[in-house]
């Protein structure tokens, strides 16, 4: 999957809508996998879920795991590899464990905040220039955070703080892929699968609950939704500019609300879609202001 990314990153952009189309599709196979997650997450530990989900992935990818063996065991930044594994695994972990005890609109509204974290985290750890409005933007979303979580009304649980570390080690991960700029695409997934499946067994052996063989389709429903999920999102952005499908990515809070009211009865609050709509609009309006303000400053 990850070859074909590559051999056809060059290749023309398609229609809008069928990227979109796979956008959306992607969205939906996430959505009923956080779903499942969210109800399994009551009885199951959130890293054995992590795990399982992950050993589907590997099985999927073990004839490219075997075809480019030797580069996976002669890598030159084996330690830059190995912190993008952890930080992926431990964010991965906080939010299967976060599904389980929030409601899911709420969880994808938090998601939304990882680019405004990622930006000081850019900024401080990698020394990428920062413009004052860009940083007046985050400001502004992260007052539609508090909107959100309502800190008065709401009290602060674990949920809320798997939530926010999600956040905080998935934008690390994001920081430590840039790092590691100059690897093969094909590497950084197949380290990555093999990395989350073995660095996740440890613990989850450790808290392993015994799953009946009912609940066996659901648990492995997991990691094939995941996996193709992961194929429709490719397909999507390997054929269309990122800045036109970004917008598009912020509807997930739509299917998150739907499935949490459907299968959970949860009805997402008025501050939360207030607080959800300002973090977007922050995000989506950054660049183009600011290249406006460039504009202005030219003329």
């Not at 648990?219 to 995941?226: F, N, Q, R, S, T």
């Not at 997930?252 to 609009?281: D, K, M, N, R, T």
């Amino acid at each position: 999957m990850a070859i074909e990314a590559e051999s056809r990153s060059s290749a023309p952009p398609v229609p809008l809508w069928i990227s979109a189309g796979w956008l959306l599709l992607d969205m939906a196979l996430v959505t009923t996998m956080q779903a499942i997650v969210k109800a399994e997450g009551e009885t199951y530990p959130a890293v054995q879920l992590v795990f399982l989900r992950s050993l589907v992935g590997f099985m999927s990818v073990t004839p490219l795991v075997w075809r480019h063996r030797r580069k996976l065991t002669d890598l030159s930044n084996i330690r830059g590899h190995l912190a993008r594994v952890v930080f992926n695994s431990v964010a991965l972990t906080l939010n299967f464990a976060a599904f389980a005890a929030l409601p899911l609109a709420l969880v994808a509204a938090i998601g939304f905040t990882r680019p405004l974290v990622l930006l000081v985290m850019a900024a401080i750890m990698l020394g990428e220039s920062v413009t004052r409005m860009r940083y007046s933007f985050t400001a502004l979303g992260f007052i539609g955070v508090i909107v959100m979580v309502q800190p008065d009304a709401i009290p602060w649980n674990m949920g809320l703080v798997a939530a926010f570390g999600s956040v905080f080690f998935g934008s690390l991960a994001v920081v430590q892929t840039r790092r590691l700029a100059g690897e093969s695409t094909v590497v950084l997934m197949l380290f990555y699968t093999v990395g989350l499946t073995l660095l996740s067994s440890i613990p989850a052996a450790v808290v392993w609950v015994p799953i009946p063989w009912s609940e066996s389709p659901n648990i492995i429903l997991v990691g094939v939704l995941a996996q193709v999920g992961q194929y429709c999102w490719l397909q999507a952005y390997q054929k269309q500019e990122a800045r036109l499908l970004a917008p598009i990515g912020y509807l997930s809070i739509l299917f998150s609300g739907f499935a949490g009211w459907l299968f959970f009865a949860e009805i997402p609050s008025l501050s939360l879609c207030i607080g959800a709509a300002i973090v977007v609009l922050t995000t989506i309006l950054a660049t183009p202001v600011e290249r406006w303000l460039k504009k202005r400053d030219r003329a």
